[in-house]
Each structure stands twice: as C-alpha cells, then as structure tokens.
C-alpha cells in the first residue's frame, strides 16, 4: 500500500510581500499590452522598453485557445519608483513590491501572471507540473518532479516537429481529457544550452537569460508554428527521467506505476475530490504509459517519434 | 526494513487478542477505483490515495464483514499457491497498513 500525496509546491508564493497602499497611476506615456493565458487576461502598463523585455518572456499562445479572454488583473510597472533605477509593480491599482533590479522585476512579474493564471483557470482544468507536447494530434504527457529533464526533451521534441504545449504547467480539458496550451516560454538550464543551442540557435545569444535559484535559465519563445492547431487528447504518458551517461530507453510500464507520479504532480486534482480522482484514472486508462530513461536527447525524440508514428 | 519490522511487531502485539474474530469491512465512504487489475481506494476526507496490485485488491474485495483474517489468507494461499503462513504474514500486513490509514472499519 503506498500513499500518494497531493502536492501543491509548484505554486509559488509569489504574492506574498505584496503591500496594499493607496491606488497610483502610471505615467500618461506608458504603453499597455494584454497577455492571454487561456481564459486568464492580464493587462500590463509600462514604459515601452519593459513591455518588449516582458513579451520576449510572455509568448502568445495560439489564437483559437485564447477566444473570450478577459483581463481580470492589473499590473503597472512603474521606473524610477521609489527612487533612480528602482521598480515599483503595482496589481490592481493597490498592491505593490519594489525591486531594486530590472530582472527581478521581470521574472517576479512572470510568475505572478503565470500563478494568478492558475489560480483563475483551476476550476476549468485539471493542471499538472509536467511537459505536454504532441505528434500527428496524439499528446504525450511527461510528469515529473523538477530537475528531472522535461523541458530539454519538451525543446528536442518541438524541434523534431512535434506541437509545443507547455514545458511544466500542463492545463487539461477534464471533460475531453484533452491537452490545451500554457503559453510559456520553455526554460532551458545552463546545462542543456549547449546540447538545445544547435537546434535553437537563438540560445547562443539572443534569447533571455537569467540567474534562477542558483542557475542560469534561458528563455526559449516557441515559434508560432509550434502550437497546436487545437487540443489533444493524451495518448501517452511518459515519465522522463534524464541519466547523464545512460543508454536511452522507453520501457513500458503499468497504469498504477504512472499514477502516483502524475497525482504527486498535479495542483488541483485534490480540490475535485473524487471527481479528481476520476478524471486521472480515466486519463491513464486511455493512455499508453512509459518510463523513458534519456541518455541523449536525439535518440530519446526518436523513440517517442516512433511511437508516434 | 527496521519500518516494517517495527510495523510487523507492534501489529502482531495489537492483533493477536482479537485476529481471529475480526472481520474487517471497508469504511464507510471509501471508494475503490479499479485500474486494469488493480486497484485505487480513495478516502473521501484525507483525499488520500491508495494503490493495491493485482493480490491486494484481492485482499480488498475479500474484506467483507465475512472473512476473518485468517480465512482471507487461506484464500489467498490457495489462490497463489503460497503456504498459509506466507500469506497470512502479508494479510496482516497489508490489513495493518489499511486500518492505519483509515480505509477499514475500526474493531
């Protein structure tokens, strides 16, 4: 008997040094942009500088999953605020942080659409912390716990031609159990630019790099032939593991073996309770499931193209 | 090891007075969610799941207010083709490890 916890780790608690204060207006020249996730909409002001820095983090995703968005929340990036070269990021008129650094600023302000995008869309998808990518419309679900590859092998696969649907916030449609697209860049850590940077040459120099936890992560932007042209349903799912040195292999394994991976990452099923439960049964008993150990990154796309195929 | 030898002995210490009367029975509002062959018990408060293989379902479907303990690992033995000790170790077992986590009906 093994018991599953639900984990709910992966939302950040990004909001907490927010400070309620009196409603501010940005600057009359400052520009506005709104950035669609879904059905979440927030609408950004900020001089035009930063807006560019922001959609270079913030990518569109495709058309036809963003019809009917509205913008619920507010943010205003405010420069020179509290004093010379300062940011203050104000939501919804009252509530700020300052920041003493441009790129504590952005990714701060990444996160906290990117949360408040979940916390808006948790009652409409099941979510999962995991890579969803897609081949001739079958999806492939790629559970696993941080540090374990997803993105590097999300970014093999959209190069292969695969469909980009996120690399480690999955949505999925509970009634369809179909994927739909988180639009988000794919963070490419300091030790898989190299292997990614001939398949992305972008990597070399232009895409944006930051400092995270201790690393260097840069900001892949998928191209907008990558996303899909609509959902998928999840045919697959795989749970990747990359082992530096290993031969690359795809054993197949038993739904129930799957099935703690994909609770223990997952951030909404315990709110649906049994429904929840369900819903993720009835995903894995209409998948193939897969541990896939990657020792190189082309051989392990070639053996989910296969499958694919 | 030294978890489940400690589990083992403080479950032979618990069980012994009253093993051969009990018949557990699931708790009320616990749903048991197959998978293939398997199965899933989900506890409706903690929102706790539970995976059992092909045998511990088994042991789950014979949990039925009819069995004692004992007569579910004579079934088990017989269907497995184990010795009734064998299986009557993994009964207490996995039964111990189902009433600590609430999915059976306390004595």
């Given at each position: 008997v093994t018991s599953y916890m639900i984990s709910n780790s992966l939302i950040c608690s990004t909001l907490a040094?927010?400070?309620?204060?009196?409603?501010?207006?940005?600057?009359?020249?400052?520009?506005?942009?709104d950035v669609r996730i879904l059905s979440f909409g927030a609408r950004i002001t900020a001089e035009a500088s930063l807006l560019r820095d922001l959609e270079r983090l913030l990518p569109p995703g495709p058309a036809w999953a963003t019809a009917?968005?509205?913008?619920?929340t507010w943010y205003q990036v405010l420069c020179d605020v509290p004093g010379p070269g300062h940011y203050m990021l104000v939501r919804d008129g009252e509530q700020r942080r300052w920041f003493a650094?441009?790129?504590?600023?952005?990714?701060?302000?990444?996160?906290?659409?990117?949360?408040?995008?979940?916390?808006?869309?948790?009652?409409?998808?099941?979510?999962?912390?995991?890579?969803?990518a897609a081949f001739h419309g079958r999806g492939f679900l790629f559970p696993a716990a941080s540090g374990s590859g997803k993105s590097t092998l999300v970014a093999g696969l959209v190069a292969a031609g695969f469909d980009y649907f996120t690399d480690d916030i999955v949505t999925i449609d509970p009634s369809a159990l179909t994927l739909v697209p988180?639009?988000?860049?794919?963070?490419i850590k300091q030790g898989s630019r190299r292997v990614l940077s001939s398949l992305f040459p972008q990597l070399?120099?232009?895409?944006?790099?930051?400092?995270?936890?201790?690393?260097?992560?840069?900001?892949?932007?998928?191209?907008?032939?990558?996303?899909?042209?609509?959902?998928?349903?999840?045919?697959?799912?795989?749970?990747?593991k990359y082992v530096r040195g290993a031969q690359t292999a795809l054993t197949p394994v038993r739904p129930s073996e799957v099935l703690p991976h994909l609770?223990?990452?997952?951030?909404?099923?315990?709110?649906?309770?049994?429904?929840?439960?369900?819903?993720?049964?009835?995903?894995?008993?209409?998948?193939?499931?897969?541990?896939?150990?990657?020792?190189d990154l082309r051989a392990a796309v070639d053996l989910l193209r296969h499958l694919a195929d | 090891v030294s978890l489940q030898s400690h589990l083992t002995v403080t479950m032979s210490d618990h069980m012994a007075p009253?093993?051969?009367?009990?018949?557990?029975?699931?708790?009320?509002?616990?749903?048991?969610?197959?998978?293939?062959?398997?199965?899933?018990?989900?506890?409706?408060?903690?929102?706790?799941?539970?995976?059992?293989?092909q045998t511990g379902a088994q042991v789950w479907s014979l949990c039925d207010?009819?069995?004692?303990?004992?007569?579910?690992?004579?079934?088990?033995?017989?269907?497995?083709?184990?010795?009734?000790?064998?299986?009557?170790?993994?009964?207490?077992?996995?039964?111990?490890?189902?009433?600590?986590?609430?999915l059976l009906d306390a004595r």
């Open positions: 040094n927010w400070r309620v204060d009196d409603a501010v207006d940005a600057p009359a020249e400052y520009e506005t942009r009917g968005t509205h913008s619920s650094r441009r790129q504590d600023l952005l990714l701060t302000l990444v996160w906290a659409i990117h949360q408040a995008a979940a916390e808006h869309l948790r009652t409409q998808y099941l979510f999962f912390h995991a890579g969803a988180f639009p988000k860049c794919i963070g070399r120099h232009d895409a944006p790099r930051f400092r995270v936890e201790g690393d260097v992560v840069s900001y892949l932007a998928p191209s907008p032939e990558a996303w899909p042209a609509g959902p998928a349903p999840v045919r697959y799912v795989v749970l990747p609770i223990e990452q997952s951030f909404s099923v315990r709110d649906r309770g049994l429904d929840g439960m369900n819903r993720v049964l009835e995903l894995v008993r209409g998948a193939q499931c897969y541990r896939l150990t990657v020792g | 009253q093993a051969h009367e009990w018949r557990p029975t699931p708790r009320p509002g616990v749903s048991a969610l197959p998978l293939d062959e398997e199965l899933v018990l989900y506890h409706p408060e903690s929102r706790e799941s539970f995976a059992l293989n207010g009819e069995h004692t303990i004992d007569s579910i690992a004579q079934e088990i033995s017989s269907r497995h083709a184990i010795s009734h000790e064998q299986a009557l170790s993994d009964v207490r077992d996995l039964i111990h490890d189902l009433q600590q986590s609430d």
